[in-house]
C-alpha cells in the first residue's frame, strides 16, 4: 500500500508539473475568421502595410475621447503569462495604442497603451482597467499608472509584457531592465484573452502577437 501511495503521489507530481508547462500562441499570421475585430459606423479595419511591413491596422472614423477599441483571439484564454508584439502609430495627432489583456468583452479587460508623442515623458506608458462603456481614462493619471519610454513618433517599437498574478513589467525594444512595473492589477479581472487596443485616434498598425500561457 505504502509503495503504491507513493507511486501516486509521484504520478501527481508529474500531471501537475506538465500543468504547468509554458503554451505558446503564436499570431504572427492572423485567421479573420478566429477574431473579434470590431467594425461599425465609426470603426474599422484592414489588413494592410505599415514601413513595408505586414500590419493589422486598426481605424476610427470618428474621434471621441472616452472610447477605446480592441482586436483579440476568440479561442484564447490567459491569465498570467508574456505577451509580445510590435506596434507602430502611422497618425498625424493624439496617438494611443497598445494591448489589452485578460479580456472578458470588450468594455472589460486590462490595457497597457504608449503615447509616441510623448516619449521620453512620465506619458509615454499607461496602465489602465477597463470596466465599464466609457473609457475613465482620468481616474488614472497618476504618476503610479504611468511610466517614461523613449518610442519612435512612427517607426515600428517591440513590446513585451509579463503578467503574474497582480503584478505587470513592461519591457520595450528589448530593453534588459523593464521600462514600467505596476501592482496590483484589478482583482476582478482574472482572465481572458489577449489582443491590440487602438484609442482616440485615427489609426494603429500592430504585428507579430505572441503569447505564452503559463
Known amino acids: 500500500m505504502k509503495i503504491l501511495s507513493i507511486a501516486s503521489l509521484l504520478l501527481l507530481f508529474v500531471t501537475a508539473d506538465a500543468q504547468k508547462k509554458p503554451v505558446i500562441h503564436n499570431y504572427a499570421i492572423m485567421k479573420e475568421s478566429d477574431w473579434v475585430i470590431p467594425r461599425t459606423d465609426t470603426l474599422d479595419y484592414a489588413f494592410g502595410q505599415h514601413m513595408g511591413q505586414k500590419a493589422l ?12 477599441s480592441i ?10 503569462g508574456i505577451i509580445e ?29 504608449f503615447r509616441p508623442e510623448s516619449s521620453g515623458t512620465i506619458n509615454a506608458i499607461q496602465y489602465m482597467p477597463e470596466k465599464k462603456a466609457e473609457y475613465n481614462w482620468w481616474d488614472y493619471e497618476g504618476n503610479k499608472y504611468q511610466a517614461k519610454a523613449t518610442l519612435p513618433l512612427h517607426g515600428w ?11 505587470l513589467t513592461v519591457f520595450v525594444d528589448h530593453h534588459a531592465t523593464p521600462d514600467f512595473i ?10 481572458g484573452s489577449v489582443g491590440f487596443w487602438l484609442g482616440n485616434c485615427a489609426v494603429g498598425a500592430y504585428k507579430n502577437l505572441t503569447v505564452t500561457t503559463f
Open 57 to 68: 491596422l486598426l481605424k476610427r472614423r470618428i474621434g471621441n475621447y472616452k472610447s477605446a
Open 71 to 80: 482586436a483579440y483571439p476568440k479561442a484564447l484564454e490567459f491569465k498570467d
Open 85 to 113: 508584439m510590435d506596434a507602430a502609430w502611422p497618425g498625424q495627432k493624439g496617438g494611443f495604442l497598445g494591448l489589452a489583456f485578460r479580456i472578458k468583452d470588450a468594455h472589460h479587460y486590462e490595457s497597457v497603451y
Open 157 to 167: 517599437f517591440h513590446v513585451k509584457i509579463i503578467v503574474k498574478g497582480s503584478k
Open 182 to 191: 505596476y501592482s496590483p492589477l484589478d482583482s476582478s479581472l482574472k482572465s
